[in-house]
């Protein structure tokens, strides 16, 4: 089973930045496709940012388009999630996801998603 890991998260004030990492297991993490995801108290687990396994396509939710950016290294096993000009409905727990299928059909769905991390919190204060 694939590993995830998030770190990163943290309190911050409104208008700031943080930056999320997710730290994968194994040796094929270049195979997947990596999203991030977040759920905020009470609330269902949405769609943040997905990027393709070579990091060429990136995928936004509205919510985040332009204030958030997705990258990854594949040397390092790793995904990242630049959050700039945060938002106090940003807050959530975080959580990084990787997919094993090809194609982007279910990219913003919890179901186009094989592996989950732990979650990290974010929280953003006004």
């Known amino acids: 089973q694939v590993q995830l890991v998030e770190s990163g998260g943290g309190l911050v004030q409104a208008g700031g930045s943080l930056r999320l990492s997710c730290a994968a297991s194994g040796r094929t993490f270049s195979t997947y496709a990596m999203g991030w995801f977040r759920q905020a108290p009470g609330k269902e687990r949405d769609f943040v940012a997905r990027?393709?396994?070579?990091?060429?396509?990136?995928y936004y939710a509205d919510s985040v388009k332009g204030r958030f950016t997705i990258s990854r290294d594949n040397a390092k096993n790793t995904v990242y999630l630049q959050m700039s000009s945060l938002k106090p409905e940003d807050t959530a727990v975080y959580y990084c996801?990787?997919?094993?299928?090809?194609?982007?059909?279910?990219?913003?769905?919890?179901?186009?998603?094989?592996?989950w991390g732990q979650g990290t919190q974010v929280t953003v204060s006004s």
């Open positions: 996801a990787a997919s094993i299928y090809y194609g982007d059909r279910y990219y913003n769905s919890e179901r186009g998603y094989n592996y």
């Open positions: 990027i393709s396994r070579s990091g060429g396509t990136t």
